[in-house]
């Protein structure tokens, strides 16, 4: 399966930034010393024209050119720098060659991305541009000059901080629906509209989270009919761990494997193409959200080798 980084920029933090940018060399460093089950690939830098697809082009300039104001910083929650925006746009850019990489082979993905909590206009919580809603809109464009009919798009989104910035962005857009499943009480404190939304309780548990899923998944079956996506974008989140710090539900890691496998294989069996990202995890142990990054990767990985086999002369070889 094609796996695409960009943790090779590192962001200028200080000491005892609570952002683990650590986790995502970690999990690229994971799957070199076992070879075989993802193709990875360095992340392409995403265009300032690809980016204006969805964001305000006095907002990219502001990025790449350093002229943030300090109050913008805040609520980003990252210092500027040089690397901090050739980050940003590494990380879009992992998203839009996952979700090219998807259409092609059914499942790809981003081992950083699910920057949900940035608008058109603005980033916030650790999101700087919207890396699902720039190469959603991309793949759009580009599915139009090729194809008689629009893409639609689907966002599942299980974050436990809710998809504000995607919801906000595509909320006048019925190409595109927005899914999220989010703790009710959690970041951010004032919520944005999404297609559906699915709140939670603190201390949430692995039974009563999946049953949520699986009829949150059944009624977007039910609203699609007989239209269902062209491309589903999921960002797996893996913060709704228990042993996460800012999560505040309690799934255990078999728990948050069990989701994995669930939506992989909701979307396989409708042969709905899939682009990850693996979005938010803060656990109090790094290894904690890294073994949680892990298995939702190697799921993925099974999950694009039954998609081989359904469909073996367009697939690459490569084993999970």
Not at 39 to 49: L, N
Not at 87 to 104: E, F
Not at 178 to 199: C, I, Q, W, Y
Request: glycine share 8%; aromatic share 8%.
């Amino acid at each position: 399966m094609l796996a695409f980084h960009s943790d090779a920029h590192s962001l200028a933090l200080p000491p005892q930034h609570p952002f683990p940018q650590s986790k995502y060399r970690l999990l690229r460093e994971h799957f070199e010393a076992q070879p075989g089950r993802l193709r990875m690939q360095a992340a392409p830098a995403a265009s300032a024209a690809e980016l204006a697809l969805v964001h305000r082009p006095d907002y990219i300039d502001a990025v790449m050119q350093g002229s943030l104001s300090a109050v913008a910083q805040r609520e980003i929650g990252f210092p500027w720098s040089a690397q901090m925006a050739l980050r940003s746009c590494h990380s879009v850019g992992a998203s839009i060659a996952a979700a090219r990489a998807a259409l092609q082979e059914g499942v790809a993905a981003n081992m950083a991305g699910g920057t949900h909590h940035a608008f058109a206009e603005r980033g916030s919580g650790y999101c700087v541009f919207n890396d699902v809603a720039v190469a959603a809109k991309l793949m759009q464009a580009e599915w139009g000059r090729q194809h008689c009919k629009p893409l639609s798009v689907l966002v599942i989104d299980l974050d436990v901080h809710q998809g504000n910035g995607t919801a906000a962005i595509f909320r006048d857009d019925p190409s595109v629906f927005t899914f999220s499943m989010h703790g009710a009480k959690n970041f951010p404190a004032r919520k944005e509209v999404s297609d559906l939304d699915v709140e939670l309780p603190d201390g949430c548990g692995d039974a009563e989270y999946m049953a949520a899923l699986e009829a949150a998944l059944e009624r977007i079956w039910t609203l699609q009919g007989q239209t269902p996506p062209d491309l589903v974008f999921y960002l797996a989140g893996a913060d709704p761990h228990e042993g996460d710090r800012l999560g505040r539900l309690k799934l255990t890691t078999a728990g948050m494997l069990a989701r994995d496998r669930l939506v992989l294989d909701a979307l396989r069996t409708r042969r709905i193409p899939v682009a990850l990202s693996m979005a938010g995890g803060y656990g109090h142990d790094i290894t904690t959200t890294l073994a949680c990054q892990v298995n939702t990767l190697n799921a993925a990985a099974q999950s694009w080798w039954m998609w081989r086999e359904l469909s073996p002369s367009s697939m690459p070889e490569s084993r999970p």
